[in-house]
């Protein structure tokens, strides 16, 4: 999307962002920020899928599934991707990296 220059955002649910650089910024914040908080939960040692997606969502356990669910992996796919997490046996956990 920031690489499209794009001023303004219409998104498929919510309102409008007219400026869409500033919408981008803070929505790239918000999901570092989820980021922080698996690896936080990580350094503590391994954990299951369901224990760190209720980590992150634990204020309602309707949101465990969703979207919590698609929001949890999405997040571990990327860190993955990124070399920051392996998956085995059900556990998941930090590389040393």
């Known amino acids: 999307m920031e690489s499209l ?20 910024q803070k929505i790239r914040g918000k999901l570092l920020k989820r980021e922080g908080f698996l690896r936080t939960a990580l350094q503590e040692g391994p954990k299951t899928f369901m224990e760190l997606n209720e980590w992150l969502f634990p204020q309602n356990p309707v949101l465990h599934f969703f979207p919590g669910c698609g929001i949890t992996e999405s997040h571990l ?3 993955k991707r990124d070399g920051a997490i392996r998956r085995e046996d059900g556990r ?6």
């Open 5 to 24: 220059g794009a001023r303004t955002i219409v998104p498929a649910h919510g309102g409008i962002f007219e400026d869409a650089a500033a919408a981008i």
């Open 77 to 79: 796919i990327k860190m």
């Open 92 to 97: 998941i956990s930090l590389t040393s990296r």
